[in-house]
């Protein structure tokens, strides 16, 4: 296993980040915080990224993991126990991610903000709208609560009708990655808005699960600044393998120019060579001024690969 640190960029207040905090939690690593800005610039992590902007990134020497799909994998991979991946189930704990990072997070969100409004920075706001390539409108969010408490409680009760039977975690006996990812939108409602956790108030399954993934906390974390973070990165050497997927539909090989991006939000892209591709991940070998060698991965679903232009 690499002797590097493992290493998140993150900031406290991302709920995406939180998945991968408590993950550290259950599988009990010891990990390293990089604290970036919550909004941009960034100057210490774009040269690791290649321009991917959003949050969290995971960063083993100079092998970076974009978004909390590949983030996952990653650690499932390197630290398999315990396993998030619910026997039998393991297909659709990966899929998961597509309601709770998706559907359920956007009426998350729009609850937030629409409930924050006026308390929303004009800075972040002008940020966020930058990032979605569309007005960050705070007043139309605020307009819109009593419809996002509706969609907000649909999604709750999902949760709670998968936990009736008394088990504790919602795919069964032990965590697993269906938690990890449903849970976010909650800690997210929790540490904004309703601390007494109001909301759950009719659903005591749901309310008794929160609990105990709050009980789990998050590891052993020490501090890093930027700086240091991508000075790892300049004197490691990236560790992905080469990887070719014969079945890939469009023939992409290692070796192809390729540039990657989001296909919802942060649409920024990335370009670089490709290392290793299968069904869900793309790892591009990229070479920076600062950061020198560094192989970035992404995820498949979700995410657009483009030949280079
Ligand atoms: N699908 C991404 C979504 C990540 C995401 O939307 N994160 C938010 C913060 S919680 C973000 O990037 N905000 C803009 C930013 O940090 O630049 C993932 O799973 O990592």
Not at 34 to 54: A, E, F, K, N, Q
Not at 218 to 242: K, W, Y
Not at 276 to 289: C, F
């Amino acid at each position: 296993m690499s002797d590097f640190p493992i290493i998140l960029h993150h900031f406290e207040q991302s709920p995406f980040s939180e998945k991968i905090r408590l993950i550290f939690g259950l599988k009990n690593l010891a990990w390293t915080s990089v604290r970036i800005s919550r909004i941009m610039p960034r100057p210490d992590l774009m040269p690791l990224t290649g321009g991917y902007r959003r949050t969290p990134v995971l960063q083993i020497g100079a092998d970076i993991y974009c978004d909390t799909q590949c983030i996952m994998r990653e650690l499932e991979r390197r630290f398999p126990e315990p396993g998030l991946l619910p026997r039998g189930y393991e297909g659709l704990a990966w899929a998961s991610a597509m309601w709770t990072d998706r559907s359920f997070f956007q009426n998350t969100v729009n609850l937030v903000f629409g409930s924050l409004a006026d308390q929303v920075p004009a800075d972040f706001i002008a940020d966020r709208e930058q990032l979605r390539g569309a007005k960050f409108d705070v007043a139309a969010m605020k307009a819109a609560i009593p419809l996002m408490r509706d969609q907000y409680r649909a999604h709750l009760a999902w949760i709670d009708t998968q936990l009736c039977d008394e088990r504790e975690w919602i795919a069964g006996d032990t965590p697993s990655l269906c938690d990890v990812n449903a849970y976010m939108n909650l800690w997210y409602v929790r540490t904004n808005l309703d601390q007494s956790d109001g909301m759950l108030a009719e659903f005591d399954h749901a309310r008794a699960w929160a609990g105990r993934l709050r009980a789990i906390g998050h590891s052993q974390r020490s501090e890093m600044g930027s700086a240091e973070a991508l000075d790892i990165a300049t004197r490691a050497t990236p560790q992905t393998e080469e990887l070719s997927d014969p079945t890939d539909p469009n023939g992409r090989k290692p070796g192809d120019r390729v540039e990657v991006m989001p296909d919802d939000y942060g649409r920024i892209r990335v370009s670089g060579e490709i290392v290793a591709l299968s069904a869900q991940q793309i790892a591009i070998r990229r070479n920076d001024p600062r950061a020198g060698e560094v192989v970035v991965h992404f995820p498949r679903a979700g995410f657009l690969v483009f030949p280079a232009a």
